[in-house]
């Protein structure tokens, strides 16, 4: 479709979403394989909607805009904006606390 932004996932990304699944399948590969849809779809629209995402909290309390997140069921999809693409940075389970591990990654220049 014309004016989609392409998806570049980030290796950390892709890594961080194949331990999800596989963690997942232990117990129910039918559940992982679901998960994995249902993040996929998400991600994609945001090809189409770059802004759809929120600011991620953690780092808008430092007034740090640059980074938007999308969460799906329990887990967050951290991406950037660019003018041809959304690179999508990191998928993290949002059921741990991710502040310090969001501001590590951005001083050491992962994000």
């Given at each position: ?19 999800i699944?596989a ?53 967050r ?27 590590r990654e951005?001083y050491?220049?992962?994000?």
């Amino acid at each position: 479709m014309s004016g989609d932004r392409r998806i570049v996932w980030s290796d950390a990304a892709e890594s961080m979403l194949d331990e999800i699944v596989a963690s997942i399948a232990e117990d129910s590969p039918k559940s992982a394989m679901a998960v994995l849809s249902r993040i996929r779809a998400h991600v994609d629209g945001l090809g189409r909607s770059p802004q759809g995402g929120r600011y991620v909290p953690e780092l808008l309390e430092f007034g740090i805009r640059a980074y938007r997140e999308v969460v799906v069921k329990s887990w967050r999809v951290v991406y950037r904006a660019s003018e041809d693409a959304v690179h999508i940075l990191v998928v993290i389970d949002g059921r741990r606390n991710v502040s310090d591990y969001l501001l590590r990654e951005l001083y050491r220049g992962n994000l």
